[in-house]
């Protein structure tokens, strides 16, 4: 055998070894690496009340309600399996709509509520024309101060 | 494998190489700057904002291409000795980072309007300012070594650093599926594309013009390297004849 054919499967081997040890310590990660928890692992007891989490799901279709304080929205976050309502005093991304992905930091409270204290849009990845897309609710209307995330 | 490693015979085609490499990048990027800032649409929900993965694409592929390349050489360095494969390293590993932050700062300036932050620690995010940090580690052992004195080859621990590093390269692929993540999941997949063709066409062509005008840079550079060598070989053979004259 010549060296470098020595070395060649020397090196393999170390790659195999060391791809292993990254995939093994990928999958640990698993759920600490996650950036956030979906409605059905918090219905499935994953969390406990008043620990710090981010609770992240698509905005239920007609689920937004602006409360009489004006500043407050509340809605339903749902992943399709399971669905958690969420309360946020603040200023949403534009990108916040409902039938949208989002992103809550917060805190869930021991009547079921998540309150958060920031949320963040999430976008999916599909791109396309305006005129193809199904326009959202947000952007049909006219633009005036009510063409924000909620009509 | 060795047919190029004569570095007169890789000379001999990098030289005519780089012109046209770097013209019809810069023509391609331009052209699908000019498509996809100008002639196509806003994305039906982002608008404008969209736009910005004309580079942003481009850049992430080529900053983890960048380090699957440096692997590659760090391995043919490792298995065959090849005397292209550290200065083709050396070579690659400014332009990757540079891509790499590129990436990142056009992430973050999108990630500001889109999701309503400039940066959250995902494993998307994470991985790729890992990727940033491998690179810069790279660059740190391979500057001002040995082997820059004695042909540009690597050491054998900056070869090992490269080729280890390219675990990275599938955990920054997967992470946005492996994890929930606040980053979109791929867009483009072996299965097909969820961007509308309407948008997707001017991203051909920037992808292409940037990867070309990575190429353009890699080569510049090895060549560089190459012609450093030789400089710094010729110093030292009159060196060593002033030497035996004196």
Redesign the interface.
């Known amino acids: 055998m010549k060296a470098k054919h020595q070395r060649l499967i020397l090196a393999l081997v170390a790659l195999v070894g060391v791809a292993g040890a990254g995939v093994l310590g990928a999958s640990a990660l698993r759920d600490e690496a996650a950036y956030f928890r979906t409605p059905a692992e918090v219905k499935a007891g994953k969390t406990e009340v008043g620990e710090a989490m981010r609770l992240g799901g698509m905005v239920a279709k007609g689920s937004i309600e602006r409360q009489s304080d004006g500043v407050t929205i509340r809605f339903v976050a749902t992943d399709g399996k399971a669905s958690v309502p969420v309360q946020f005093t603040g200023i949403v991304p534009d990108l916040f709509a409902e039938e949208s992905g989002m992103v809550a930091d917060g805190r869930m409270r021991a009547d079921g509520t998540f309150v958060a204290d920031r949320i963040l849009a999430k976008h999916d990845e599909r791109y396309m024309p305006p005129q193809m897309g199904e326009m959202p609710k947000n952007m049909k209307a006219p633009k005036d101060v009510k063409a924000t995330a909620w009509p | 494998m060795h047919a190029y490693a004569n570095p007169t015979r890789f000379l001999a085609i990098a030289k005519p190489l780089t012109p046209w490499l770097l013209g019809v990048g810069l023509l391609l990027v331009l052209g699908g700057a000019w498509a996809g800032l100008a002639l196509?649409?806003?994305?039906?929900?982002?608008g404008e904002t969209?736009r910005i993965?004309y580079v942003h694409v481009p850049s992430a592929w080529l900053g983890m291409g960048g380090w699957t390349s440096l692997a590659v050489a760090g391995?043919a360095q490792?298995?065959?000795?090849h005397p292209l494969a550290g200065i083709a390293a050396r070579a690659i590993a400014v332009p990757g980072m540079l891509f790499t932050a590129l990436c990142l700062a056009t992430g973050s300036i999108w990630g500001k309007?889109?999701?309503?932050?400039w940066w959250?620690?995902?494993?998307r995010m994470t991985s790729m300012l890992v990727l940033l940090f491998l690179y810069a580690g790279f660059i740190a052992l391979t500057t001002g070594d040995d082997g820059q004195r004695q042909g540009g080859s690597l050491s054998r621990g900056a070869a090992?650093y490269a080729?280890?590093g390219a675990?990275n390269i599938?955990?920054i692929n997967?992470s946005v599926v492996?994890?929930?993540?606040?980053h979109?999941?791929?867009?483009i997949t072996l299965g097909g594309s969820?961007?509308?063709n309407?948008?997707?066409w001017p991203l051909g062509l920037t992808l292409l013009g940037f990867s070309l005008l990575f190429g353009a840079i890699v080569l510049m550079r090895m060549r560089r390297i190459i012609a450093d060598n030789r400089v710094a070989a010729r110093l030292r053979r009159l060196a060593d004849d002033e030497g035996t004259g004196a």
């Open positions: 196509v649409p806003g994305d039906y929900k982002q969209a993965l391995l490792l298995v065959w000795r309007p889109t999701w309503g932050t959250e620690w995902d494993g090992i080729l280890v675990i599938p955990i997967r492996w994890w929930n993540s606040l979109q999941g791929p867009s969820s961007i509308d309407a948008l997707l």
